[in-house]
């Protein structure tokens, strides 16, 4: 099917997709106001970085996203899933703290948040009807932070992600995590980068937090909703993406 092709869908699909469409406008629309507390562009935040911190960000988003899946899975039975909202506070919470201390406090703060946005959309994933414990779900969960990010006006990236689970089969989480951490460590390095800007840094990493929070949470529900449609409706993976993407494209 083409872009320039109608997507034919019945009343009911039509609806979903457009709900999942709304969602994904949702998603990234607290990014710009973060922009505009910290000043910039995101392309220029990782330009804030030290080398050394810049050099090192990939593996240290690779083992973030290690621990944060040890942390999330371990801590499946002791703590139950939380509302958006409380995700959303919290790690808000934690971006301050992280931001006003500079860059070691953002850096220590890293993989505190890095978990809880992977509970976060693990709960997700069991709102859609899946089971965080099966290990293509925990895959699918791992794969949602391979979207754009929330300061970046990417459809196409968020597309290829969308279309991405079509290649998760035989994939180990350690290959998803070698394939995820260049993507995720741009969008962590642009979050660590607004934490540093002097005198404003709990602010920002308050913002930043509650933006990624939003964000992650918004396209986790993108994710599995299209997911569950899958199953529901019996239409192919590639079908659903492009109605997707030509109802994000009609409402603008």
């Given at each position: 099917?083409t872009?320039s ?6 009343k ?11 969602q ?26 030290p080398?050394?911190v810049?050099?090192q960000?990939?593996q240290?988003?690779?083992r973030a ?6 942390a999330?899975?371990g ?7 939380q509302?958006g909202?409380f995700?959303?506070t919290?790690?808000t919470?934690m971006?301050?703290?992280g931001g006003?201390g ?5 850096l220590?703060?890293?993989p505190l948040t890095t978990?809880?946005?992977l509970?976060a959309i693990?709960?997700i994933a069991?709102?859609?009807g ?11 969960c791992?794969l ?5 990010g ?10 290829a ?14 290959g998803?995590?070698s394939r ?5 460590a741009?969008v ?10 002097p ?5 920002a990493?308050?913002?930043?937090n509650y933006a990624?929070?939003?964000?992650y949470q ?5 994710h599995f909703?299209l997911?569950?449609?899958e199953?529901d ?10 109605a ?9």
């Amino acid at each position: 099917m083409t872009g320039s092709q109608s997507v034919a869908v019945t009343k009911p699909f039509d609806e979903h997709i457009t709900a999942l469409a709304r969602q994904h406008r949702a998603a990234g629309g607290v990014g710009l106001q973060v922009l505009n507390i910290v000043g910039g562009q995101a392309e220029n935040l990782l330009e804030r970085l030290p080398d050394r911190v810049k050099d090192q960000l990939e593996q240290a988003t690779e083992r973030a996203l290690r621990l944060a899946m040890q942390a999330a899975a371990g801590s499946r039975g002791v703590v139950p899933d939380q509302k958006g909202w409380f995700n959303t506070t919290l790690t808000t919470a934690m971006g301050a703290a992280g931001g006003a201390g500079g860059l070691p406090t953002a850096l220590a703060e890293l993989p505190l948040t890095t978990t809880w946005l992977l509970r976060a959309i693990q709960g997700i994933a069991a709102e859609h009807g899946f089971d965080p414990n099966d290990p293509e779900v925990r895959k699918e969960c791992l794969l949602v932070f391979g979207a754009a990010g929330p300061l970046e006006a990417d459809d196409g990236a968020d597309m290829a992600f969308f279309s991405a689970r079509l290649t998760l089969t035989g994939a180990t989480v350690h290959g998803l995590i070698s394939r995820v951490a260049p993507r995720l460590a741009t969008v962590l390095g642009q979050k660590l980068a607004a934490q540093t800007v002097p005198v404003i840094g709990a602010a920002a990493g308050a913002a930043t937090n509650y933006a990624y929070t939003s964000y992650y949470q918004q396209m986790a529900h993108v994710h599995f909703g299209l997911r569950r449609l899958e199953i529901d409706s019996g239409r192919p993976r590639e079908e659903l993406v492009e109605a997707l993407r030509h109802e994000i494209r009609r409402l603008g």
